[in-house]
């Protein structure tokens, strides 16, 4: 059975950090994304990092997240700084799909950034 397990979440002070975690065997072959839904917003794709380390992010954390992959722990990070208000979501690690494979989900863990 095919898990990603999230970690990291929690509270956190406007310009504060925060690095979320996730563990899956799929870290070893897969493009690896973190996304996040707000309350009433759709979920974006806020970073991602192929198998050969090319990274991609939103706009809005640019500068401020940093996604990053070991695979001999199996684990992709995103490194939150400078943290606001707006970055507050429930944040899901994703393992995207080839071509014709099924993508997979985590848990979701959910970061509250106050001001």
């Known amino acids: 059975q095919v898990q990603l397990v999230e970690s990291g979440g929690g509270l956190v002070q406007a310009g504060g950090s925060l690095t979320l975690s996730c563990t899956s065997a799929?870290?070893?072959?897969?493009?690896m994304a973190w996304y996040r839904q707000a309350p009433g917003k759709r979920r974006e794709l806020v970073a991602s990092?192929?198998?050969?380390?090319?990274?991609n992010y939103v706009d809005s954390v640019k500068g401020r997240f940093t996604i990053s992959r070991d695979s001999a722990k199996d684990m992709v990070n995103l490194q939150m700084n400078s943290v606001q208000p707006e970055d507050t979501a429930v944040y899901y690690c994703?393992?995207?799909?080839?071509?014709?494979?099924?993508?997979?989900w985590g848990q979701g863990t959910q970061v509250t950034v106050s001001s």
């Open positions: 799929l870290v070893r072959t897969r493009t």
């Open positions: 990092i192929t198998t050969g380390a090319s990274t």
């Open positions: 994703k393992a995207e799909a080839p071509p014709g494979l099924s993508a997979f």
